[in-house]
C-alpha cells in the first residue's frame, strides 16, 4: 500500500502501556492521524522467549502496513528489545521507531551514582540496554529491577486501586533504600502508575519516562521523510 502524509502513524504494545507514547506523539502532533494495537491477548510480552515476540512484533506490523501506516512506532521495550532490528531488516521501506529505557539522561542527572531501572527481563537482556549502559553508564551503579507486577496493574485498570500504593512501595522501596536517586521507567505501561511511583520516591528520586523523546523522534522522522502531516 502506498503512503503519503495523510497516512496514519501504528503504533503497537502487549497491552495499553505504549497509549503513553501515542498521547504524547498526538500533543505534539495534533494533526496526525493514529492507530494503536494492544496485542493484550498475548500480555505479557516480558518473559516471553525472543523468537515468540519477534513473531508477535511481526504480526503487529503487518496489521499497521495493512491498515495503511507511513510510520510504525515499537511501544514497547522489551518489543524494541527483541525485534527492531529484525522488523528494520524484513520491512526495508518501512520506518520503525523503538524505545529502550532512559539510562544516558539518567546517568548524567544521578547525583548519588546510583540509579534504578525499573523494565522487563526482556528489556534488560536485550543488546540495546546493555550496550547503552555500557556506553553512557560504566560511571553509575545500576539497580535493574524487574516489576511485571506493574504491568498487571495496568493492564487490570487497577492504578488507582487500594492495594497499588503498597504494592508500588514493596518493588520500589529497596531500591530507594539502596540510595537511587533516578528512577528510569523503561517499560511503557509504567508512565500510567507515574504518580504513584512519584509519590513513594518524592523528595527522594527523581523520576524519568521517555514518552515525550519517542515522539520528537517519531516526528524528526517523519519531517526527514516528508511524511509530516
Ligand atoms: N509495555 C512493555 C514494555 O515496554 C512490557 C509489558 C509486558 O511485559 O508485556 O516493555
Same mark, same amino acid.
Given at each position: 500500500?502506498?503512503?503519503?502524509?495523510?497516512?496514519?502513524?501504528?503504533?503497537?504494545?502487549?497491552? #495499553?502501556?505504549?497509549?503513553?507514547?501515542?498521547?504524547?506523539?498526538? @500533543?505534539?502532533?495534533?494533526?496526525?492521524?493514529? +492507530?494503536?494495537?494492544?496485542?493484550?491477548?498475548?500480555?505479557?510480552?516480558?518473559?516471553?522467549?525472543?523468537?515468540?515476540? #519477534?513473531?508477535?512484533?511481526?504480526?503487529?506490523?503487518? @496489521?499497521?502496513?495493512?491498515?495503511?501506516?507511513?510510520?510504525?512506532? +515499537?511501544?514497547?521495550? /522489551?518489543?524494541?528489545?527483541?525485534?527492531?532490528?529484525? !522488523? %528494520?531488516?524484513?520491512?526495508?521501506?518501512?520506518?520503525?521507531?523503538?524505545?529502550?529505557?532512559?539510562?544516558?539522561?539518567?546517568? !548524567?542527572?544521578?547525583?548519588?551514582?546510583?540509579?534504578?531501572?525499573?523494565? /522487563?527481563?526482556?528489556? &534488560?537482556?536485550? %543488546? !540495546?540496554?546493555?550496550?547503552?549502559?555500557?556506553? &553512557?553508564?560504566?560511571?553509575?551503579? #545500576?539497580?535493574?529491577?524487574?516489576?511485571?507486577?506493574?504491568?498487571?496493574?495496568?493492564?487490570? *485498570?487497577?492504578?488507582?486501586?487500594?492495594?497499588?500504593?503498597? #504494592?508500588?512501595?514493596?518493588?520500589?522501596?529497596?531500591?530507594?533504600?539502596?540510595?537511587?536517586?533516578?528512577?528510569? $521507567?523503561?517499560?511503557?505501561? &509504567?508512565?500510567?502508575?507515574?504518580?504513584?511511583?512519584?509519590?513513594?520516591?518524592? *523528595?527522594?528520586?527523581?523520576?524519568?519516562?521517555?514518552?515525550?523523546?519517542?515522539?520528537?523522534?517519531?516526528?524528526?522522522?517523519?519531517?526527514?521523510? *516528508?511524511? $509530516?502531516?
Amino acid at each position: 500500500m502506498s503512503v503519503g502524509k495523510s497516512s496514519p502513524v501504528g503504533f503497537f504494545d502487549s497491552g #495499553i502501556g505504549g497509549k503513553c507514547i501515542e498521547a504524547a506523539f498526538k @500533543r505534539l502532533c495534533p494533526a496526525e492521524k493514529t +492507530v494503536y494495537i494492544a496485542d493484550s491477548e498475548h500480555c505479557p510480552y516480558g518473559n516471553k522467549p525472543k523468537e515468540e515476540i #519477534i513473531r508477535l512484533a511481526e504480526s503487529c506490523t503487518e @496489521r499497521l502496513l495493512a491498515a495503511g501506516c507511513k510510520l510504525v512506532v +515499537v511501544a514497547c521495550n /522489551t518489543a524494541t528489545a527483541a525485534a527492531i532490528d529484525h !522488523l %528494520r531488516a524484513k520491512y526495508r521501506s518501512v520506518p520503525f521507531v523503538g524505545i529502550e529505557p532512559a539510562v544516558k539522561p539518567a546517568a !548524567l542527572e544521578s547525583r548519588t551514582g546510583i540509579v534504578g531501572v525499573l523494565a /522487563t527481563q526482556g528489556t &534488560f537482556s536485550g %543488546r !540495546l540496554y546493555n550496550e547503552t549502559k555500557a556506553k &553512557f553508564a560504566k560511571d553509575v551503579t #545500576i539497580i535493574a529491577t524487574v516489576a511485571d507486577e506493574f504491568v498487571t496493574i495496568v493492564e487490570r *485498570g487497577e492504578v488507582d486501586a487500594p492495594g497499588t500504593e503498597t #504494592i508500588v512501595r514493596k518493588r520500589i522501596e529497596p531500591v530507594l533504600a539502596a540510595g537511587a536517586d533516578v528512577l528510569v $521507567l523503561g517499560c511503557t505501561h &509504567f508512565p500510567h502508575l507515574k504518580p504513584v511511583i512519584e509519590k513513594v520516591a518524592a *523528595g527522594r528520586a527523581r523520576v524519568i519516562e521517555p514518552s515525550e523523546a519517542v515522539a520528537r523522534q517519531a516526528r524528526r522522522v517523519l519531517e526527514e521523510r *516528508g511524511l $509530516l502531516a
